[in-house]
């Protein structure tokens, strides 16, 4: 087995090689956060299937490899590097990311971790890292600078506040924020979005997925997203597959009516996808699904609605961006799944992530009073020869 040490020969980096190894991989974190009060376990069943080549269709287009720290026979840390073909194609920008990181607060732990999949990620020609990338960027992107108190929704990360001091320590820095707000869902519409309304009101429909042609609707959803964020920091598109799985997915987590089109003269210009906070139905099952969490589970999703949501996807089409509809279209959809989520219980409404630089969106979301909670940074760093 290659193992690689640094200077404290307590320390030591292994790969991840086989299911052992992928396994104590996907369980490390239970060590790191297990006081942390925030933190909760993801689906283990779950967390294999996303790093599965079988499973995950972002393998398609990309490689990467993982390791563990280790300290004697103590698991301490790990990381992940990944190269995304699709990046490299679009940007040729040599860059390649690193992510999945986690460690205890020494900081020879992370500069040892941080080295290894550097030195990975330089020996294939990459000369720019970025991260934290829980794997690319249409998943988990950037690390938690603010916001620690309290958990994550479904699909954004989580860390401890010391994580930032030490990748710093190794030479990065700032690439980009994003934002992440909450939105009470019986907001009302302020009154210069009631007159952007009211004078398209004839040329917009708004309407729900239609599930008697899912496919059909899942694809049109990739090309508004896939168009509608073609010009943001760090796009790569959905590919079919992956726009597909994620259509399965969602085909059988949530209602019709969480997922909201905007049709404009007919053409469809804008979309939004709501989903119960899965994070807080999986509170308290550590992970396991069996013997008796599953039932757990349906039961939390079906009969009690969770009290929280999220919108991890939300599109208006390029030609709509700028102009006066372009508001109104964005503030629609919104309302739209606001009204399906607030009859259903829910009390908080997380839109992530939002570029920091997106003044549109952010004006949007404020006027309606969401409030900015939790801040995730992407980090980059050039390579010199290694």
Known sequence: MNTISNQSSSLRITPVTGKTDLNQFIRL??????????????LLLERRMHLSAKD????????WQAWIAWRGDQPVGRISAQID?????????????????????????????????????????????RGP?????????????????????????????????????????????????????????????????????????????????????????????????????????????EFHELGQNLRYLIPAELIQIAEVDGEAAAFIVALPNINEVIRGLNGRLLPFG?????????????????????GVRRKFQNTRLGPGLAFLIIDAVREQLHSRG????????????????RNIIESIDGRGYKRYRVFERQLDKL
């Open 29 to 42: 974190p239970e060590k790191i956060f297990k006081a942390d009060p925030a933190w909760v376990s993801p």
């Open 56 to 63: 995950n269709p972002y393998f398609q287009h990309a490689r």
């Open 85 to 129: 073909d699709l990046h490299l194609e679009r940007y040729d920008d040599a860059t390649g990311f690193f992510g999945m990181l986690d460690a205890e607060d020494q900081e020879e732990t992370f500069a040892a971790l941080i080295e290894t999949a550097e030195q990975w990620l330089y020996d294939q020609g990459i000369r720019r890292v």
């Open 133 to 241: 990338f829980n794997l690319s960027i249409n998943e988990e992107m950037g690390l938690l600078i603010d916001g620690f108190e309290t958990p994550p929704v479904f699909m954004m990360g989580h860390a401890l506040p010391y994580y930032r001091k030490h990748i710093e320590q190794c030479g990065y820095q700032k690439a980009v924020d994003t934002l992440a707000y909450i939105i009470a869902p019986n907001f009302d519409a302020p009154p210069i979005m009631q007159r952007l309304i009211s004078k398209s009101a004839h040329r917009v429909h708004v309407r729900p997925i239609n599930l008697k042609c899912f496919d059909e609707e899942i694809a049109l959803l990739r090309d508004i997203f896939n168009d509608a964020w073609e010009e943001n920091w760090g796009f790569v598109p959905f590919t079919t597959a």
């Open 294 to 314: 599953w039932l757990k589970l349906l039961w939390r999703l079906k009969v009690r609605f969770p009290s929280t949501a999220r919108v991890p996807l939300m």
């Open 346 to 361: 829910a009390k908080q409404i997380e839109l992530s992530w939002i570029l920091e630089d997106n003044a549109g969106m």
